[in-house]
């Protein structure tokens, strides 16, 4: 019933704000080029897959934790600098 409304509705076009933090997160997790963080066609893929692969697994809101090793890693060489390639 849900899922007829919807597709009877189309496509719905989002716009999304990502913080440096989030674009960092996705590349330390590989879901992220280094070098495509500049990239709003690579960053929408990026969090288009994410999304995909939470669905996929199944999980549901509050489910997953944030891994304290990941915080504790530095973001800092990552798309920092406005002529980085890395």
Do not use: F, K
Request: net charge positive; glycine share 6%.
């Amino acid at each position: 019933m849900l899922l007829t409304a919807l597709r009877a509705r189309g496509r719905i076009m989002l716009r999304l704000a990502i913080s440096p933090e989030g674009i960092a997160e996705l590349t330390l997790l590989g879901w992220l080029a280094p070098h495509d963080c500049r990239d709003p066609d690579a960053l929408a893929d990026a969090v288009i897959y994410l999304a995909d692969a939470a669905l996929a697994a199944g999980l549901r809101p509050g489910q997953w934790r944030r891994m304290t090793a990941v915080a504790a890693i530095s973001r800092s060489h990552h798309c920092n600098s406005p002529g980085s390639n890395e």
